[in-house]
């Protein structure tokens, strides 16, 4: 019993050594940097617009910037349209 309780924790303490941390982190696919450009990539004048009209363009900038990373994504393409069409009527 007394060997089999000895084998039993040096098997588990061999298990627990095979844990290997990684020491690089796994690299990343890096972000576009979005920031003021997407406002004036716009044809509205946002200076003294509503703050939903310019959350929507902003957001607007942000789906075209994917689509143009990924232009055959249909979904990519349905935000595009969806935002374009909120910031005509919410720019008015």
Known sequence: ????L?????V???ACEDD???TKPTPRKAKPAISAAIVSMSKVDTTKASSICRAS???GGKARLRLDEAPGQALAQKR???YAALVADACK
Do not use: D, K, Y
Not at 1 to 4: A, C, E, V
Not at 6 to 10: K, T
């Open 1 to 4: 019993m007394r060997n089999l």
């Open 6 to 10: 000895l084998v039993l924790v040096l």
């Open 12 to 14: 588990g303490l061999a």
């Open 20 to 22: 290997v941390l990684p």
């Open 57 to 59: 363009v902003r957001a």
């Open 80 to 82: 595009a349209a969806a």
